[in-house]
């Protein structure tokens, strides 16, 4: 099924990622963090992970994103596929995970999901608008918050429809209050969960913040912890 830009059986176009001296994103030829999906592999159960750049793993290399630390989890049984994407708004995980329904065949879920003052316009073109945007004036936090539960109701209806697991967690701000009965991550963050006290070193605080190569997004230190925080709490139901 295809109406406009939405599909059932196909992944929007990818947003190509800054060029980062020193770092080399490995890409599948429709352009996304993660294996080839054809021809399908059979034989495990598939995680898709979606997200904004924090999820892609922008400015970090193969082995240092969040997605990376998750997926070495219970591999036996699970196959991970990170579709996040540069820039992503919620609507736009919405819209790449139900391009995903007859591609990847989702049984687990897991949504990282942006600030939520970001939207999706589809004009001629695609475009994703952050909180400042001009086009974005008349939106509030009360807007921000409805947009937001719409989405996740999107996702758990096609959860529901596909008898798929869900699990939700955020980048940067934590809307978990207005979840409370979902899986959720409850306030631990990607932006978060680093620096923090450090029991091995005399619990002296740790005062500076790690960044990817980019200068710009968490670095390794926020995305080992917060993968080890997802799976504390989520790793005995990822199987």
Not at 18 to 42: A, D, M
Not at 114 to 128: A, D, F, H, I, T
Not at 216 to 229: P, Q, V
Request: charged share 25%; glycine share 6%.
């Amino acid at each position: 099924m295809e109406y406009g830009y939405y599909s059932d059986s196909k992944l929007p176009d990818s947003i190509s990622p800054p060029i980062v001296p020193g770092i080399e994103y490995k890409l599948n030829s429709h352009g996304y963090r993660c294996p080839e999906w054809k021809p399908f592999p059979n034989g495990k159960k598939n995680v898709v992970i979606l997200g904004c750049s924090h999820t892609f793993g922008q400015g970090n290399n193969e082995n240092e994103h969040w997605v990376h630390h998750l997926s070495q989890h219970n591999t036996s049984r699970l196959r991970y596929w990170n579709v996040g994407q540069p820039g992503a708004s919620g609507d736009k995980v919405v819209r790449i995970l139900y391009g995903c329904e007859k591609v990847l065949f989702p049984d687990i879920i897991i949504i990282c999901w942006p600030v939520w003052s970001r939207r999706e316009k589809l004009y001629e073109y695609e475009k994703n608008i952050t909180g400042d945007d001009e086009v974005l004036k008349f939106e509030n936090e009360h807007t921000d918050k409805n947009n937001f539960l719409k989405n996740v109701f999107l996702v758990e209806k096609l959860a529901e429809k596909n008898h798929a697991v869900t699990f939700h967690c955020f980048a940067q701000d934590s809307y978990d209050e207005y979840i409370p009965k979902l899986n959720v991550l409850e306030k631990v963050t990607l932006k978060n969960c680093w620096p923090r006290w450090n029991s091995h070193h005399h619990r002296k605080l740790v005062t500076h913040f790690s960044h990817a190569s980019d200068g710009i997004h968490y670095g390794i230190e926020h995305h080992k912890r917060f993968a080890e925080c997802f799976l504390d709490k989520f790793g005995n139901k990822l199987k």
